[in-house]
């Protein structure tokens, strides 16, 4: 599946002196987006979206793709950026907690985990495990329930999240593993049916984000990000909100 860039506004890729280009996980698009065009609104500074995800875009910053910033799914991705001096020392701090969530289009078909052992169904979407944080964590409860074998037939891969939620929502999977935050949309009631799972049965999805050079305008953004604001925006598309994390310092970009 191709990176989606979404420009905020529309404009080129090429630095700007009042712009960043931000690299997103594809889970919290519905989120950042608000956050973003919040920002824009108060400051009138720009800023640009690629979604897509949380292993593809370590890969491509690895490779030397011109992001300022990097909101990823997971911890371990910002800490090898940090840890390979491709980010700002100390900027790494966790966004958000994300929440995963058992889907269908059907409203009668989920009312808890017994779903997964429905013999009628033929698909069970998840996202690949290798890449997406989310797809290791619906994989984690497979396996934590011993389900992960007997329906290794019925697995269809996301690239990323956004991918899993297409194949549930077009029907190609009758059920699907997705980030809760893509149901709980701002001010409208999930569709179809769904359970949200337990957070003692997959690892806790910490979310952090990284400032990868001194881009300022990237550096306000994770500040507004990290306000009462910002974190108000967060939890209303369903995330958990990490404990309050002092402002990181700060550094200068390790060469």
């Known amino acids: 599946m191709p990176l989606i860039l979404l420009f905020?506004?529309?404009?080129?890729?090429?630095?700007?002196?009042?712009?960043?280009?931000?690299?997103?996980?594809?889970?919290?698009?519905?989120?950042?987006?608000?956050?973003?065009?919040?920002?824009?609104?108060?400051?009138?500074?720009?800023?640009?979206?690629?979604?897509?995800?949380?292993?593809?875009?370590?890969?491509?910053?690895?490779?030397?793709?011109?992001?300022?910033?990097?909101?990823?799914?997971?911890?371990r991705r910002p800490q090898l950026l940090e840890q390979e001096n491709r980010a700002i020392p100390g900027s790494r701090f966790t966004y958000?907690?994300?929440?995963?969530?058992?889907?269908?289009?059907?409203?009668?078909?989920?009312?808890?985990?017994?779903a997964l052992d429905d013999a009628r169904f033929r698909h069970l979407a998840l996202a690949n495990p290798?890449?997406?944080?989310?797809?290791?964590?619906?994989?984690?409860?497979?396996r934590a329930t011993a389900r992960r074998e007997k329906l290794r037939s019925r697995l269809i891969f996301g690239e990323n999240i956004s991918q899993t939620y297409q194949f549930v929502a077009s029907g190609n999977a009758?059920?699907?593993?997705?980030?809760?935050?893509?149901?709980?949309?701002?001010?409208?009631?999930?569709?179809?049916?769904w359970w949200l799972l337990p957070e003692n049965r997959y690892t806790p999805i910490k979310q952090q984000a990284i400032l990868l050079n001194n881009n300022p305008v990237a550096r306000d953004f994770l500040t507004f990000v990290r306000s009462s604001r910002?974190?108000?925006?967060?939890?209303?598309?369903?995330?958990?909100l990490p404990a309050l994390q002092p402002e990181p310092a700060n550094k200068k970009h390790a060469e």
């Open 174 to 193: 009758e059920l699907g593993f997705v980030a809760w935050s893509q149901l709980k949309r701002l001010g409208h009631a999930p569709s179809g049916s």
């Open 130 to 142: 290798k890449l997406a944080p989310y797809g290791r964590a619906a994989d984690e409860f497979l």
């Open 8 to 75: 905020l506004p529309l404009f080129s890729f090429t630095a700007q002196a009042d712009s960043a280009r931000i690299a997103v996980a594809s889970n919290f698009a519905p989120a950042i987006k608000t956050l973003a065009a919040r920002y824009q609104n108060e400051s009138g500074r720009r800023l640009q979206l690629a979604f897509g995800s949380t292993g593809k875009h370590y890969a491509q910053i690895r490779h030397g793709a011109p992001f300022d910033a990097f909101f990823a799914a997971d911890v």
């Open 230 to 240: 910002g974190r108000s925006i967060i939890q209303s598309f369903g995330y958990t």
């Open 96 to 114: 958000a907690i994300g929440r995963l969530a058992l889907w269908s289009n059907d409203p009668a078909m989920i009312k808890d985990a017994s």
